[in-house]
Every structure is written in C-alpha cells, then in structure tokens.
C-alpha cells in the first residue's frame, strides 16, 4: 500500500458525511513530554539561540502529511484555479501551496465547523517538538537527509518542477511524513525571540508583525530543512514554496487573531532654516554606514550596499541599506541610521526591516510632506534576489514606529526589485520604480499608485525588452537602477543604468539613455543623452531640486581593479578649471533634461583616502578624482541641502556650490 493511501484515512469517530478518504488528512496522536528547543544558532542562524527546554503538557493530535489540493479545495474549490503555479503542485495528493496564514487558518475553522473537532495550526513549539520526534539531531534522520527527501534542495533562482506529493518519504518516530521539506508550513505563533528560560506550551499569541514557518521547501538549499530552522513570512504572502498542516487541540491560552497596527505619538516638527541660494556649502564627506552598538545583537555582515534616504519632519536624516553576507543569502537584513538634527555624526546601525529567512533585496524611502514617511521594500520566498513581492509600511512618528508591513505587490516574480528614488506627481500619484529583471540590461519597471500607496498597478503589458534606439519606443524604461522625474509638462522622464540598454548617439557612441513617457508609464520614447553610460556597481540618482532644475549625479566611468586607463570627462573640476576628470560628478539641466550645461565632480579638492565601502572600497579624492562608482540614493530637505549617499559615505551640498566656479 503506498504511503499516501496510509496518510489519507478518516479521523476516527469523525462525522464526515459522504466525503471521500482524501478528503481529511489522518491525524497522528504525539504524546507530552519535552524537548530542547533551538540550536547555537550560529551566523544568520542567530534567532534559533538560545536552545532552552520546552514541556508539551498535554497531547495533540498532528496530521500526517500537509494538507492536500483536493483536501483545501472541498473548502476553497476556487483555489484550483492556481494548481500548477510555477510548474508545481498540480496533483490532487501535492501538498497546497499559494495560500496565506488566512487560508490556513480559515481552512482549519471551516474544518472545525464540519468535523465537530478543534483544529488549528500547529504552534512553533508543538511543531519542532514532532518534527523532531524525540532525536536531538539537525535531522530527525541524523545529521543529514537522504536523496528520498531532496526536491531539488539547492538554491534555485527559478523554481525546478519537482513532485509535492505528500506521504512519499519515510515517516519519522511519530509517525510523520514530510517534516523535513516537501513545502514550508504555517504556524500558529507570531515570529519572536527565544527566551533562555524554560518554557511550558509556548506561543507567541499577541504582537508580532511575521508569522513562524517551518520545516523548509523544495528548491532551497537543505540546511533550511533542519528541525531547528526558523523562518517566517508576512500573514498575507502566498507563494509556491509554502504550505500547511493542522494539529487537533485547543488553543493556546490567551489566544486572539492580534491584527492592529502599533503606530507611535511622537509627531514633532523641527523648522528646517533655509540655507543660502548663493552661499556654497560643500560638507566634510561623512560615513553613515557604522556597526552597531557592541552587545545590541544587531546583525552586521560584511556588506553593506543599496541605500535609501530621505529626511524626516523632525529635522533628522534617516538612511537604510542592505547588510548580507552574500546578496542572494537568506541571512540579508535592513539596517538603519540617523543623523539627528544638529548632530556632525550618524547613529550606529540599527536593524530597520527583516522577514526572517528572507532576502530582503530592494529599500526606498519617501516623505510625502504630510507627515508620513512611507518603506517599500522587496521580500523574496527564498534565498535569490529575482522573485520579490513588494511590501510597505508607513510612519508617523518620523519613522520611530512603523506600521505592520503590507504586501501591494503579491507575486514572487521579476520587476519587483525596489530602486530608491520614489516621486508623487503633481495629481498625488505615487510613483515607485523597480529593476525588470535580476540581469543587467533588462530595464526598469513602474509601479503607480493613484490612492496614497493602498493599491498599485504596473501598466507594463507583457512586451518583450525592446531595442533601446535612439526614437525607439518601448514598454520597459533602459537601463536598471533608474531615477524618474515628472517633467513640467507632465510627462514622466527616467534614466537608467547598462550598456546594451544604452543608446547610440549622432557620435555613434554609446551614451546613458533617456526615456520619456507621456502615458503615466504604459510606454516609453528612448533618446541618448550628452553623458556616458554606467554599468556594474554604480547607480545613478535623478531629482528634481526644489529650485526648479532637474539634478542628475553619475559616473564617467565603469573602473575595474584591473583596468590600466580610466576614461573621464570633460567637465568643471574642484578648483573650478575645466579639465578631464574621473568618477561621480554632479549634472544641472534647465532646460528638462535637454541639456546639461552645468556638469561638475563631486569633489571640494581636498585630497582623501576614503572606503566607499561594498563594492567601491579604497579610492583617492582630490581635484579630478571622486568616488569611482557606488549605489546612489538622495533626498533634499526643506531647508535646500542635498544629501548624497553612495555605497558607504554621506555627501551634503547645495545647489549654489554645483553652480559655483
């Protein structure tokens, strides 16, 4: 009898009317008792620490298997509609997968309602306690899982089709199939740390903002597998990667479904004085990427790259990046820093945004000038950096306390990478751009949102890339990592990054492209510009300057450690001569974008040794050297000042020194 037959049986004693043997997973009774729970929890491991015992004071019953598409869908028959997702699941006896925390818990009221029983979703506690069915290694099985268990368990920027069929590998001492893999499962709990005491029957019942998942999924490395392993996603996500099993028993003491949004008192305001329009200020280049406090328990990896900036009412600075240890790692977080109102130095990091064993790639930052600062960010099902949703979360309290994250983009799939940079139009529209693809000349996506970021859309219309020619049009922007600006005559303007997306000019050369839309994104007219195209580790920045001019901050050149000769530009350097120049140089157009007849480096012509940190590392600054490359993000703040940021260093100036000789 093949064991998906023997993980199909009725509950016993259960009135089921005529449904058939699938339709309800068989439960295992797992008697008490108790359990270390946890590991070292070593590297981005961190929150498996401490390991502290657990007593399970009472017996429950647990299913099997995880819940089957034929099983959910006696419940929710609408959801076959999404069998074969992604090339997975598609089988009545696949485990479901693409169903929310709400799903699974609305699937268990409704079977509670049928069945005359309590059924639920397991806690974290009662979950690592019957996965590891009484063994103390990583695996139930020992220290690793044989080949029966592997669906594909590598990191997988595309999802391979492999089987979900449930109750195919070995049982283990409790008789339970699938605990290690197959999908991920929901659990009942709310994400939170551990605690060193012992505990009896645990679970986070109130004031989260993820909810636990377990038992890791096909296409991710086998290390997530593990008994120990922690992960956890936003309630609303759904994806391919994901499924759920019930236990039958009460609920935990104290239990409610706890959905509000915690949102802090504190609204001051600081007065921002306008600095002088004729006055030039260059600052001192600071650094804001700083480790945090020793003992605070904030992961800091070793890079530390893509920032986001804006300013805040009360007068500070607020600035977020990506720390990882590998850019398509589980381990990545969002850390923060401030450079608080009359203060010459950045906080240290502080974490800002995490789902827990998720990668976290893409951050913006917007003040919409009404007292609320809003964060998007990408959130991955795994471990690569291609198939994001989007999520936001707001402030009112000059990003003290933020709102609960809120998924505006659902799908796990490409144009979902977040780029700095967000703009509201004139007609209050939000704008949000994204990376199109995870390669480097596959162009930037638009995100609009007509209703103060509740709901979005991306007018693209499946199109292919187009050619990037010069008159050439489109329904993707040229160029990654792109900036926007609306134009006065309303339409949108955007440059982007990639030498293939650039565009040939009247000199037959390559040159950054512009791109023009005069349908809110639906298409896109390409043009060359006068200025040189980026490629890897750079990211430009384009802003429209409260003064009226459009600001753009670039590169003259992609510099390699190996390259004998840079290529500069001819443009205003340090000391006010025109002269060939290299690196990051600072662009003024009054003329929409047409021209550029105001083009200087970034640089006061001091002369520093300075660590751009990432990618850029060491570099000399002086009269016709600036920083080489780097990821680029800025604001202005109300009182003219424009705050740079590159990978690692904080630049302040204002528009009177760009125009200075």
């Given at each position: 009898?093949k064991r998906?037959?023997m993980?199909?049986m009725l509950?016993a004693?259960?009135?089921?009317?005529?449904?058939?043997?699938?339709?309800i997973p068989?439960i295992?009774t797992?008697?008490?008792?108790?359990f270390?729970m946890?590991?070292m929890?070593v590297g981005?491991n961190y929150?498996?620490?401490?390991?502290?015992?657990?007593?399970?004071?009472?017996s429950?019953g647990?299913?099997?298997?995880?819940?089957t598409?034929a099983?959910?869908?006696?419940?929710r028959?609408e959801?076959r509609?999404?069998r074969?997702k992604?090339g997975?699941?598609?089988?009545?006896d696949?485990a479901?997968?693409?169903?929310?925390?709400y799903?699974a818990?609305d699937?268990?009221?409704?079977?509670?309602e049928?069945t005359?029983r309590?059924f639920?979703?397991?806690?974290?506690?009662?979950?690592?306690?019957?996965?590891?069915?009484?063994?103390?290694?990583?695996?139930y099985?020992?220290d690793?899982l044989?080949?029966?268990?592997?669906?594909n368990q590598q990191?997988?920027?595309?999802l391979?089709?492999?089987?979900?069929?449930?109750?195919?590998?070995?049982?283990n001492?409790?008789g339970?199939c699938?605990?290690?893999?197959n999908?991920?499962?929901?659990c009942?709990?709310?994400?939170?740390?551990?605690?060193a005491q012992?505990?009896?029957?645990?679970c986070?019942v109130s004031?989260g903002?993820?909810?636990v998942?377990?038992?890791g999924?096909?296409?991710t490395?086998?290390q997530?597998?593990r008994?120990a392993?922690r992960?956890?996603m936003?309630p609303?996500?759904?994806?391919?990667?994901?499924g759920?099993?019930?236990?039958?028993?009460?609920?935990?003491?104290?239990?409610?479904?706890d959905?509000?949004?915690?949102?802090?008192?504190?609204?001051s305001?600081a007065?921002?004085?306008k600095?002088?329009?004729?006055?030039?200020?260059?600052?001192?280049?600071?650094?804001y990427?700083?480790p945090?406090l020793q003992?605070?328990?904030?992961?800091f990896?070793?890079?530390n790259h893509q920032?986001?900036?804006?300013?805040c009412?009360?007068g500070d600075?607020?600035?977020?990046?990506?720390s990882?240890?590998e850019e398509n790692?589980r381990d990545?977080?969002?850390l923060?820093?401030?450079l608080?109102k009359g203060k010459?130095?950045?906080?240290?990091?502080?974490?800002?945004?995490k789902?827990?064993?998720?990668?976290?790639?893409?951050?913006?930052?917007?003040?919409d000038?009404?007292?609320?600062?809003?964060?998007?960010?990408?959130?991955?099902a795994?471990g690569?950096?291609?198939?994001l949703?989007?999520v936001?979360?707001?402030?009112?309290d000059n990003?003290?306390?933020w709102?609960?994250?809120?998924?505006?983009e659902g799908?796990h799939?490409?144009?979902?990478?977040?780029i700095?940079?967000?703009?509201?139009l004139?007609?209050g529209?939000f704008?949000q751009?994204c990376?199109?693809?995870?390669?480097?000349?596959?162009?930037?996506?638009?995100?609009?949102?007509?209703?103060?970021?509740?709901?979005?859309?991306?007018p693209?219309?499946g199109?292919?890339l187009?050619?990037?020619?010069?008159?050439?049009?489109?329904t993707?922007i040229?160029?990654i990592h792109?900036?926007?600006?609306?134009?006065a005559?309303?339409?949108l303007?955007?440059m982007?990054?990639?030498?293939?997306?650039a565009v040939?000019?009247a000199d037959g050369?390559?040159?950054?492209?512009?791109?023009?839309?005069?349908?809110?994104?639906k298409t896109w007219t390409?043009?060359?510009?006068?200025?040189?195209p980026i490629?890897?580790h750079?990211?430009?920045?384009l802003?429209?300057?409260?003064?009226g001019?459009?600001?753009?901050v670039s590169?003259?050149?992609?510099?390699?450690?190996?390259?004998?000769?840079?290529?500069g530009?001819?443009m205003?350097?340090?000391d006010?001569?025109?002269q060939?120049c290299?690196?990051?140089y600072?662009?003024?157009?009054?003329d929409?974008?047409k021209?550029?007849?105001v083009?200087?480096?970034?640089?006061?012509g001091?002369?520093?040794y300075?660590?751009?940190g990432?990618w850029t590392?060491f570099f000399?600054?002086?009269?016709?050297?600036?920083?080489?490359?780097?990821?680029?993000?800025?604001?202005?703040?109300?009182?003219g000042?424009?705050?740079?940021?590159?990978?690692?260093?904080h630049?302040?100036f204002?528009?009177a020194?760009?125009?200075?000789k």
């Amino acid at each position: 009898m093949k064991r998906i037959a023997m993980c199909a049986m009725l509950l016993a004693g259960a009135t089921v009317g005529a449904w058939a043997q699938t339709d309800i997973p068989e439960i295992k009774t797992i008697e008490k008792g108790h359990f270390w729970m946890g590991s070292m929890g070593v590297g981005e491991n961190y929150d498996e620490a401490p390991v502290h015992r657990v007593d399970i004071s009472h017996s429950f019953g647990m299913a099997v298997t995880e819940v089957t598409n034929a099983q959910y869908e006696q419940f929710r028959p609408e959801h076959r509609a999404l069998r074969g997702k992604d090339g997975l699941s598609s089988g009545d006896d696949e485990a479901v997968t693409n169903v929310s925390w709400y799903d699974a818990m609305d699937y268990c009221r409704w079977l509670s309602e049928r069945t005359g029983r309590t059924f639920r979703l397991p806690t974290e506690a009662e979950w690592e306690y019957a996965c590891r069915a009484g063994t103390p290694f990583p695996f139930y099985w020992g220290d690793g899982l044989p080949g029966v268990f592997h669906r594909n368990q590598q990191k997988a920027r595309t999802l391979r089709q492999v089987s979900l069929q449930v109750g195919v590998t070995p049982p283990n001492g409790f008789g339970l199939c699938d605990m290690h893999g197959n999908v991920e499962e929901w659990c009942l709990d709310w994400y939170a740390p551990y605690e060193a005491q012992a505990a009896t029957d645990p679970c986070v019942v109130s004031g989260g903002l993820y909810r636990v998942t377990r038992g890791g999924s096909h296409n991710t490395p086998e290390q997530y597998l593990r008994s120990a392993n922690r992960m956890a996603m936003i309630p609303s996500d759904r994806h391919s990667m994901t499924g759920f099993r019930i236990v039958e028993a009460p609920y935990p003491a104290g239990w409610t479904v706890d959905e509000s949004h915690y949102v802090g008192e504190n609204h001051s305001r600081a007065k921002w004085n306008k600095v002088s329009d004729t006055q030039p200020i260059f600052c001192e280049p600071r650094v804001y990427v700083l480790p945090p406090l020793q003992g605070s328990k904030t992961p800091f990896m070793r890079h530390n790259h893509q920032p986001a900036i804006t300013w805040c009412d009360n007068g500070d600075l607020l600035a977020i990046w990506f720390s990882a240890d590998e850019e398509n790692g589980r381990d990545m977080v969002v850390l923060s820093s401030r450079l608080r109102k009359g203060k010459k130095e950045w906080t240290p990091a502080e974490l800002f945004f995490k789902v827990p064993d998720r990668n976290m790639t893409g951050s913006s930052l917007l003040n919409d000038r009404q007292g609320t600062l809003y964060h998007i960010n990408g959130v991955e099902a795994a471990g690569d950096w291609q198939n994001l949703a989007m999520v936001l979360r707001e402030s009112h309290d000059n990003g003290a306390t933020w709102s609960r994250p809120r998924i505006i983009e659902g799908e796990h799939t490409v144009r979902h990478q977040v780029i700095q940079g967000p703009i509201i139009l004139n007609d209050g529209t939000f704008v949000q751009l994204c990376d199109a693809g995870p390669g480097s000349e596959d162009g930037t996506s638009i995100h609009l949102s007509s209703d103060g970021g509740k709901t979005w859309c991306d007018p693209w219309d499946g199109a292919p890339l187009p050619n990037f020619v010069e008159g050439g049009t489109g329904t993707t922007i040229a160029g990654i990592h792109a900036g926007v600006v609306q134009l006065a005559d309303g339409r949108l303007m955007a440059m982007g990054r990639g030498i293939d997306n650039a565009v040939v000019g009247a000199d037959g050369k390559r040159h950054l492209p512009i791109s023009i839309s005069a349908d809110r994104g639906k298409t896109w007219t390409y043009h060359a510009s006068p200025l040189p195209p980026i490629q890897g580790h750079q990211r430009l920045v384009l802003l429209r300057l409260a003064e009226g001019p459009l600001m753009l901050v670039s590169f003259t050149d992609h510099p390699t450690r190996t390259k004998k000769s840079e290529q500069g530009m001819m443009m205003r350097a340090a000391d006010g001569t025109e002269q060939m120049c290299y690196g990051a140089y600072v662009a003024l157009s009054y003329d929409e974008g047409k021209t550029w007849p105001v083009i200087r480096l970034l640089s006061d012509g001091t002369e520093r040794y300075l660590n751009g940190g990432a990618w850029t590392q060491f570099f000399t600054m002086d009269n016709t050297h600036a920083e080489p490359r780097g990821y680029l993000a800025v604001t202005q703040s109300p009182d003219g000042m424009i705050h740079l940021l590159s990978s690692r260093i904080h630049y302040a100036f204002n528009k009177a020194w760009i125009e200075s000789k």
